[in-house]
């Protein structure tokens, strides 16, 4: 006689409704965020279910456009150089990114900000318009 053991597995549940973090909203192109209304957790991309404290009553939000670096490398292939690292938005939400090097040097902790191209976005150093109106 053999014993036949089952054990409930439970199944993922799908937090992310798309692969695009990039979305129009009023004040112009953003990163796409999630604020769970239940914890207030915010989170990048188009959630489903907040990945804090699993609810599901959540609103698309639009993400600040600015940041700070908080660390970065060059990855190197063949001719090209390509500046890749961790932004984190004003609102803590800490994300990876496309870093561009045509305001000056990257070094961590410098304030950066959003520059969209079509479907291309990437962060550069901010522009001092941008560093005066957080100040």
């Known amino acids: 006689m053999s014993t036949v053991v089952t054990t409930a597995v439970p199944q993922p549940i799908a937090d992310l409704e798309s692969d695009g973090l990039l979305g129009e909203f009023p ?5 796409v965020g999630t604020l ?48 890749l690292g961790y932004v984190d938005l004003d609102d803590d939400v800490r994300t990876l990114a496309d870093l561009r090097e045509d305001a000056g040097p990257l070094r961590p902790g410098i304030r950066v900000e959003l520059h969209v ?17 957080g100040a």
């Open 27 to 31: 004040e112009g192109p953003r990163l």
């Open 117 to 133: 191209d079509g479907d291309q976005w990437w962060f550069a150093e901010a522009s001092e318009s941008v560093l005066e109106e």
């Open 36 to 83: 769970c209304d239940a914890c207030a957790r915010t989170m990048i991309g188009t959630r489903t279910v907040c990945s804090s404290c699993m609810g599901t009553d959540v609103t698309r939000i639009a993400l600040p456009r600015t940041g700070e670096l908080y660390s970065f490398t060059r990855l190197h292939a063949r001719d090209s150089v390509r500046p």
